[in-house]
């Protein structure tokens, strides 16, 4: 498999987080993915916002899940950015997506989504839950997933085995070669996230990494060069 780079909520390191402005400047860089996290809004709408409250990447407070999506539109995302839902940024970029979802509740509304979109080649779906990672295997027959874990017992590998996770996302800084070489002999890949240095880049090039997650387009550039 070719090695991926995937935008990190778009380009966040220089663009409001999980902004269509955000997903558009990824593309343009040449990100071979795109990255983002979905919520569900009162009125159940798929809500592109990382966090479960809306304060630290928008100008109001409170819970998405007590906003509809017509308050939530009202806030301001960063640089005059509105708050997207998922069906915009599929019809704003043409790029690959992964889509983080926080809950059994968002893999089920995704799941609807990517039935009636025929999505199963473009998106990719994410979780640190293993439960929503196999509710959406469940639900969309050959989907791709990833489990995603920042802290991880010896069972990691187990546990995406369990879920039918192809691929793990892991924590670059407390990665070690014990946990990459268990997974590649179970078939499984691995992202390396958040790689945002030269040092970091060169270590998910030595571990055989199958992809990386970057806040900044320039490791896109550079991760071409590094071996």
Do not use: C, Y
């Not at 966040?12 to 919520?39: C, K, Q």
């Not at 005059?80 to 998922?86: A, I, L, Q, S, T």
């Not at 590998?157 to 268990?182: F, M, P, Q």
């Amino acid at each position: 498999m070719t090695f991926q780079t995937i935008g990190h909520r778009g380009v966040m390191g220089v663009e409001p987080e999980n902004t269509l402005r955000s997903f558009r400047h990824a593309e343009r860089a040449g990100m071979d993915a795109i990255e983002l996290d979905l919520h569900l809004s009162k009125d159940g709408a798929l809500v592109v916002m990382h966090d479960t409250e809306v304060d630290r990447t928008t100008d109001g407070t409170g819970a998405i899940a007590d906003r509809t999506l017509a308050e939530l539109r009202e806030l301001d995302a960063g640089q005059g950015e509105r708050v997207p839902v998922f069906e915009e940024v599929l019809e704003d970029v043409a790029s690959p997506v992964q889509a983080e979802i926080k809950d059994v509740a968002a893999a089920r509304a995704l799941a609807a989504v990517m039935r009636e979109r025929g999505l199963v080649e473009r998106v990719e779906v994410s979780s640190f839950h293993d439960e929503a990672v196999a509710e959406i295997a469940s639900l969309v027959p050959g989907v791709r997933t990833v489990l995603i874990a920042s802290r991880w017992g010896p069972d990691v590998v187990d546990r995406a085995k369990a879920a039918g996770a192809a691929r793990l996302a892991l924590n670059i800084r407390r990665l070690t070669l014990e946990v990459v070489e268990r997974a590649h002999g179970e078939g499984l890949g691995i992202i390396g996230w958040v790689v945002n240095t030269q040092d970091q880049l060169r270590l998910a090039r030595a571990f055989g990494l199958s992809a990386v997650t970057t806040d900044f387009p320039e490791i896109r550039r550079t991760g071409r060069f590094t071996a």
